[in-house]
């Protein structure tokens, strides 16, 4: 039978290899920077026209 220590012990263990894995995961299957639109700038203003009542 466990002791309550060895049990957090334990649980506390798992934990840091499920996020371990799931850090992983995130990392492995994260997509490459998508490359920049050179035509489009963001600090460009744009006008919002209001619909005709």
């Not at 466990?2 to 499920?18: D, G, N």
């Not at 460009?44 to 209001?50: L, P």
Request: glycine share 0%; charged share 40%.
């Amino acid at each position: 039978m466990m002791t309550r220590y060895e049990r957090m012990k334990a649980h506390r263990r798992l934990q840091r290899r499920i996020r371990m894995v799931v850090e992983e995961r995130r990392m492995a299957l994260a997509q490459p920077p998508a490359p920049a639109d050179p035509a489009f700038d963001p600090e460009t203003t744009v006008e919002i026209k209001r619909p005709e009542v």
